[in-house]
């Protein structure tokens, strides 16, 4: 049974910083394409970040220079850096891993809330 556990969400202040983890179990993880994904209430689901399972990386606009990718293949986990946190970054972060259409799974989410 496939699992991708996220941690590391909060309350932080603007400017401020934190790091998400997804740790994958049941699943060849190096062989995943691995992604950030985010949905404020009200907006649909979209794509922060992603890592190749080459460690190719690619971002979202907004949050390039902001945000940083990293995966430790070794300890099944993904990692991502926030930095100078907006409020606008507000939102439940979702880890997911994908090889094809059908192996294509998701975390249960983690909140990330920005507000002084």
């Known amino acids: 049974q496939v699992q991708l556990v996220e941690s590391g969400g909060g309350l932080v202040q603007p400017g401020g910083s934190l790091r998400l983890s997804c740790k994958g179990s049941?699943?060849?993880?190096?062989?995943?394409?691995m992604g950030w994904h985010r949905q404020a209430p009200g907006k649909q689901r979209e794509l922060v970040a992603a890592?190749?399972?080459?460690?190719?990386?690619n971002y979202e606009d907004s949050v390039k220079g902001r945000f940083t990718i990293s995966r430790d293949n070794a300890k099944n986990t993904v990692y991502l850096q926030m930095n100078s946190l907006k409020p606008e970054d507000t939102a439940v972060y979702y880890c997911?891993?994908?090889?094809?259409?059908?192996?294509?799974?998701w975390g249960q989410g983690t909140q990330v809330t920005v507000s002084s």
């Open positions: 997911n891993a994908q090889r094809s259409r059908t192996l294509d799974y």
């Open positions: 049941g699943l060849f993880f190096r062989f995943y394409d």
């Open positions: 890592i190749s399972s080459g460690g190719s990386t």
